[in-house]
């Protein structure tokens, strides 16, 4: 069946680079996506990433994939201590459109 | 429109009583989603409607749940005879069929059944 395993923490000091990661099991995903989470808010999109791309960069963000391995990473640079907050991988496809997300990945940015 | 509207933000129910949120999703997207969500997990699927028609339900979504998108704009979900268990945020997302790379959530609804 569908399944999205991460990491559930990750503490780094204020200016070093993140790298979350995430594992997801249905090759039928078109697409993978990283949404951000504060507490009590909802899902705030980051990025995403079309399953036949291995490398996306947007601004700190860039995404890795590795479709072989089924393997999905999200490296923040610089990171801040307002980027603590929760991360959530999600695999979808084209065709119902829904999500299958992970647990969650709590990050700590400690100052 | 800026974005995906959901209220209420917060609802206490007593066990037994019935609740209804209600979801404006972004102006002309046709796709509308239901997921929830409890403390320390991600977001599970519940339903979605593409313009009025429910496409997929969940095996989450019990008899006690019930989705509606009448006119293909705003969606209502009602939980009748809420229990314990429903406890939980109930958020909703949108998106326009055409581009499938992004799909947008609101702020959530909390539910706290007591």
């Known amino acids: 069946g569908e399944d999205v395993e991460q990491s559930l923490f990750l503490s780094v000091r204020e200016g070093d680079s993140s790298v979350i990661n995430c594992t997801y099991t249905?090759?039928?995903?078109?697409?993978l996506y990283w949404y951000k989470q504060e507490p009590g808010a909802g899902l705030q999109l980051l990025t995403y990433?079309?399953?036949?791309?291995d490398m996306k960069q947007d601004q700190r963000l860039t995404v890795l994939l590795n479709k072989k391995d089924k393997h999905l990473s999200l490296r923040i640079a610089d990171t801040q201590t307002g980027d603590s907050a929760i991360y959530f991988c999600?695999?979808?496809?084209?065709?119902?459109?829904?999500?299958?997300f992970g647990q969650g990945t709590e990050l700590s940015v400690k100052p | 429109d800026t974005g995906v509207s959901q209220n209420p933000r917060h609802k206490i129910t007593k066990r037994g009583q019935n609740v209804t949120f209600r979801c404006d999703p972004i102006?002309?997207?046709?796709?509308l989603y239901w997921y929830r969500q409890t403390l320390g997990q991600g977001p599970e699927f519940l339903t979605y409607?593409?313009?009025?028609?429910?496409?997929?339900k969940s095996r989450l979504l019990s008899d006690r749940f019930s989705a509606e998108r009448p006119k293909g704009s705003f969606s209502t979900l009602e939980i009748q005879r809420t229990e314990q268990g429903d406890s939980a945020m109930y958020l909703c997302?949108?998106?326009?069929?055409?581009?499938?790379?992004?799909?947008?959530f609101g702020e959530g609804s909390w539910l706290t059944v007591v």
């Open positions: 997302a949108s998106r326009w069929r055409d581009s499938g790379n992004t799909i947008y």
């Open positions: 249905d090759s039928s995903s078109t697409y």
């Open positions: 990433i079309f399953s036949n791309m």
């Open positions: 999600a695999e979808g496809n084209l065709q119902g459109g829904k999500l299958i």
């Open positions: 102006s002309e997207h046709n796709r």
């Open positions: 409607f593409q313009n009025e028609a429910q496409l997929e």
